[in-house]
């Protein structure tokens, strides 16, 4: 409480209570957030309701984790030219008016682009919300500190809406939901025109120097990367002419982009930021995380809702759980990572808790297990995935400067929210297929006609038996070879050498000095 106390949110008008103020920085975070997390808690509603395919409904879910994704390297160039009334206001109107739109239209491609725009602003709201609280949460602006309470936000939330919104849903209908969000956002713009005046840190600094080019063409690479990995199961991969031409019109903009950054001084991420070596490894370890993150959607809920017939709210109120192992994750990052550096044996032990969650459900696959069983496992993954973001992401600041930081955090956010869980899913759901394909054709040649007919089943019950069976197998072995992958995996680690630190500070630099780096930037670009 004494850091509440010691600084100010200064963009407010002065008759705001300092403690109020720093409270609605946090819900109006969260009524973003929520925004965001609507469209991919609706995922199954709006294949039923919309008529869309499954793919679809990935893509556009997606396509503004990739709008999110490429702002950072931009976010504090937005921050020191326009003021936080004025990002949070248009931010607001431009969300306000993507969830009108999408109430608008039922084109894909539309909704992948109004999505995309979405995410960007959505992105840009929270970081400025954020940074205004952060000599609150840490006056010394350390690394742990903030990182815990920022992705405790950023992830729990989307832990704790997915129920309510499969609730609000199930009562209601999904139009209702984006009314609700508009209502909320409106608010959300009364309480920022009326409390938040005009307020910037130091002179204006022009957006001049931002390599426009740059930014479109990484746009327009991530989602042809993510078009590809989405649909190529649908379209049979390169039998299609659709991803044929994904795939040329991809080489074309790499292409673009390499010319690009060789020609601009400034290019949108430096080829520095990319030759760190570690970040390599970090950018590893993230790709593994979300193809085990992609598990829980492709095998643990249609297990819960084909076999053993949980229904999608009691599916979603297992967020919960992994909410509470993300709060506990967070305390505890909160409390012991302020002064340390030895992060190798946390990132060991986070994945160790992932493998204990993939041995949990590989021997929870039968068809008479219940509900309960599954709280602790959601505890677990809950605990080892915020710890692993946490941990992983302090891990950056450690090995790359905070001037390339944010660029590297985009790097990150490639496989991180852009390109992982998507990649993840299309592994797992193309093995799946290979597995039950196999385990039909070996359950199936067991079954002759003779022991049809002295079989008590029915020809249709029979069938049945045999799809969860299959089912049920597939899934056992694809949690199997997660595991064997995932030890390999531990294995690597135990073997990796220590990294060894050089002129490493525990905190964030100060805003001036931030604002020092962005000037002396843009003079080297003259």
Same mark, same amino acid.
């Given at each position: 409480m004494k850091a509440m106390t010691g600084h100010r949110i200064r963009c407010f008008r002065n008759f705001v209570p300092d403690p109020v103020r720093f409270w609605i920085m946090i819900v109006i975070s969260l009524i973003y957030l929520l925004s965001g997390a609507a469209h991919m808690a609706s995922m199954s509603y709006q294949v039923n309701g919309l008529s869309l395919l499954q793919e679809d409904t990935i893509m556009i879910g997606y396509m503004a984790f990739i709008g999110m994704n490429v702002s950072f390297p931009m976010l504090f160039r937005l921050?020191?030219?326009?003021?936080?009334?004025?990002?949070?206001?248009?931010?607001?109107?431009?969300?306000?008016?993507?969830?009108?739109?999408?109430?608008?239209?039922?084109?894909?491609?539309?909704?992948?682009?109004?999505?995309?725009?979405?995410?960007?602003?959505?992105?840009?709201?929270?970081?400025?919300?954020?940074?205004?609280?952060?000599?609150?949460?840490?006056?010394?602006?350390?690394?742990?500190?903030?990182?815990?309470?920022?992705?405790?936000?950023?992830?729990?939330?989307?832990?704790?809406?997915?129920?309510?919104?499969?609730?609000?849903? !199930?009562?209601?209908?999904? !139009?209702?939901? !984006?009314?609700?969000?508009?209502?909320?956002?409106?608010?959300?713009?009364?309480?920022?025109?009326?409390?938040?005046? !005009?307020?910037?840190?130091?002179?204006r600094i022009p957006l001049y120097g931002i390599d426009w080019n740059g930014f479109i063409l990484w746009s327009i690479i991530l989602?042809?990367?993510?078009?590809?990995?989405?649909?190529?199961?649908?379209?049979?991969?390169?039998?299609?002419?659709?991803?044929?031409?994904?795939?040329?019109?991809?080489?074309?903009?790499?292409?673009?982009?390499?010319?690009?950054?060789?020609?601009?001084?400034?290019?949108?991420?430096?080829?520095?930021?990319?030759?760190?070596?570690?970040?390599?490894?970090?950018?590893?370890?993230?790709?593994?995380?979300?193809?085990?993150?992609?598990?829980?959607?492709?095998?643990?809920?249609?297990?819960?809702?084909?076999?053993?017939?949980?229904?999608?709210?009691?599916?979603?109120?297992?967020?919960?759980?992994?909410?509470?192992?993300?709060?506990?994750?967070?305390?505890?990052?909160?409390?012991?990572?302020?002064?340390?550096?030895?992060?190798?044996?946390?990132?060991?032990?986070?994945?160790?808790?992932?493998?204990?969650?993939?041995?949990?459900?590989?021997?929870?696959?039968?068809?008479?297990?219940?509900?309960?069983?599954?709280?602790?496992?959601?505890?677990?993954?809950?605990?080892?995935?915020?710890?692993?973001?946490?941990?992983?992401?302090?891990y950056i600041s450690y090995v790359v400067p905070f001037m390339h930081n944010f660029q590297s955090l985009c790097i990150i956010g490639f496989m991180r929210m852009s390109l992982g869980t998507p990649l993840g899913m299309s592994v797992i759901d193309n093995l799946m297929l290979y597995f039950t394909r196999k385990n039909i054709m070996l359950l199936s040649s067991e079954v002759d006609a003779l022991k049809i007919q002295t079989s008590e089943y029915s020809l249709i019950g029979l069938q049945e038996r045999i799809t969860r069976q299959v089912s049920m197998l597939s899934i056992r072995e694809m949690y199997g070879y997660l595991i064997i992958a995932s030890l390999i995996l531990l294995i690597a680690l135990l073997f990796e050498k220590k990294v060894k630190l050089r002129k490493f500070s525990f905190s964030f630099p100060s805003m001036s000095s931030i604002r020092y780096m962005i000037r002396r930037g843009m003079k080297n670009t003259n």
């Open positions: 921050r020191f030219r326009f003021t936080t009334r004025s990002i949070l206001l248009v931010s607001t109107v431009v969300i306000i008016c993507c969830h009108v739109a999408i109430l608008e239209t039922a084109n894909v491609w539309i909704l992948c682009i109004i999505n995309f725009i979405a995410g960007f602003f959505r992105m840009l709201a929270v970081f400025e919300a954020m940074v205004c609280v952060q000599l609150i949460l840490t006056p010394t602006r350390n690394y742990a500190v903030f990182y815990s309470v920022v992705f405790l936000t950023v992830q729990g939330s989307s832990q704790l809406f997915s129920p309510i919104v499969a609730d609000i849903i !199930h009562a209601y209908s999904l !139009h209702y939901l !984006h009314y609700l969000i508009i209502l909320l956002l409106f608010f959300t713009f009364l309480v920022v025109a009326f409390l938040i005046r !005009h307020y910037r840190e130091g002179k989602s042809l990367i993510l078009f590809i990995i989405t649909y190529g199961k649908y379209y049979e991969w390169l039998a299609s002419s659709q991803i044929r031409i994904a795939l040329v019109v991809l080489v074309i903009a790499g292409g673009l982009q390499y010319l690009n950054i060789k020609t601009v001084k400034r290019p949108y991420i430096s080829p520095t930021a990319w030759r760190y070596p570690n970040l390599w490894k970090i950018l590893l370890l993230f790709g593994v995380i979300y193809i085990l993150q992609a598990a829980p959607g492709l095998l643990q809920n249609p297990y819960m809702a084909g076999i053993l017939h949980f229904d999608q709210q009691n599916i979603a109120y297992l967020n919960y759980y992994s909410l509470a192992g993300m709060c506990l994750s967070a305390v505890i990052c909160y409390y012991y990572f302020r002064n340390r550096k030895g992060l190798r044996p946390f990132i060991i032990g986070g994945y160790g808790l992932f493998i204990l969650y993939l041995l949990l459900m590989y021997f929870y696959i039968n068809p008479e297990c219940n509900i309960e069983r599954f709280y602790f496992p959601s505890l677990i993954r809950g605990f080892g995935l915020l710890w692993l973001y946490i941990i992983l992401t302090l």
